[in-house]
C-alpha cells in the first residue's frame, strides 16, 4: 500500500449535495478489491476517507461517490476542479465480499453507503458470481443513487433492487435474510437503525458485516 498520483478527470453531480468523482491514476501500480476505501488527498492538503464505487476490473480510473457536507473535506470539494492532481492512499479496509457459500447476498445502504454496494454489485455480475444478489436501499430525498445501473439489472431480472425507509425494507424482506449473508454500508445513524430493525425482525446482529462511514456529514 502507498500513495499514488492520480487527475481527476470528472465532478458529476448525482443529486443535490452528492457528487461522483472520477480519478485516474498515472501509473497501473493500483487495485483494489470491491468494497475497499482510499485516502483521498485533495490539492489543499486536506484528506478524506471516501469508498470505492466502481467495479473493480478497471482499476485505472476509479468512481468516488460522495456527500458534500459542511465539513473540511466537504469545503475542499466544492473547491475541486476536474484537472486536480490529488494523491491516493490504500486501498485500505476488510469490507469485502466474503467466499462464496451459496447463499444469497442481501445488502442494505443507506444514502451514499451505495458506494461500496456498487462496486460489489457490479463486481460480481463482471465476473459470473453465481449467488443471489439482493439490494435495499435507504435513498437521502428519494434520490436513489446509481439508479440508471440498479433499474435495468432488476428489470432484467439479474438482482432484486428495493428501495424505502430500512425498517419496511428488513420487515418486508425477513424471512430471505434469515438465511442470507447480511452487508451493510452507510453512516452511523444508518447502520444504527439497521441494528435495531434486524433485531426487532429476530435476525441476529452478529451476522451483520457493516462498514460505517462515521457520524452523518
Ligand atoms: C472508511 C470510510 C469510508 C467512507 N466512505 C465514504 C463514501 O464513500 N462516501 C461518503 O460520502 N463519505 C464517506 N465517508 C465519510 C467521509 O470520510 C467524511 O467523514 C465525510 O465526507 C464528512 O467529512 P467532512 O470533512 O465534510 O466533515 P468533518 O466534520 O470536517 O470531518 C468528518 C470526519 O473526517 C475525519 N477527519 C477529520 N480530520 C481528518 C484528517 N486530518 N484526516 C483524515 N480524516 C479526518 C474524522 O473522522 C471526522 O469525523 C467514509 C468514512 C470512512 C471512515
Known sequence: MHAHNAAVTEIEELAPSV???TVAFDDESFSFEPGQWVNFRFPDGVSRAYTIASAAHRPGAVQLCVRVGPGRGGKALMRLDAGAQVTIDGPYGDFVLPPNDGRKIVFMAGDTGI?????????MLANGDPRKICVLYEPDQRNILYASDFDPLARDGAIVHESGKI????????????????????????????ADALHENGIDTKRLISETFGPMP
Open 19 to 21: 457528487v461522483q468523482i
Open 167 to 194: 425498517e419496511v425494507l428488513i420487515a418486508r424482506n425477513r424471512e430471505a435474510m434469515t438465511a442470507a449473508t447480511l452487508m451493510a454500508a452507510g453512516f452511523d445513524p444508518f447502520l444504527g437503525r439497521v
Open 115 to 123: 458506494a461500496p454496494i456498487r462496486s460489489m454489485v457490479l463486481s
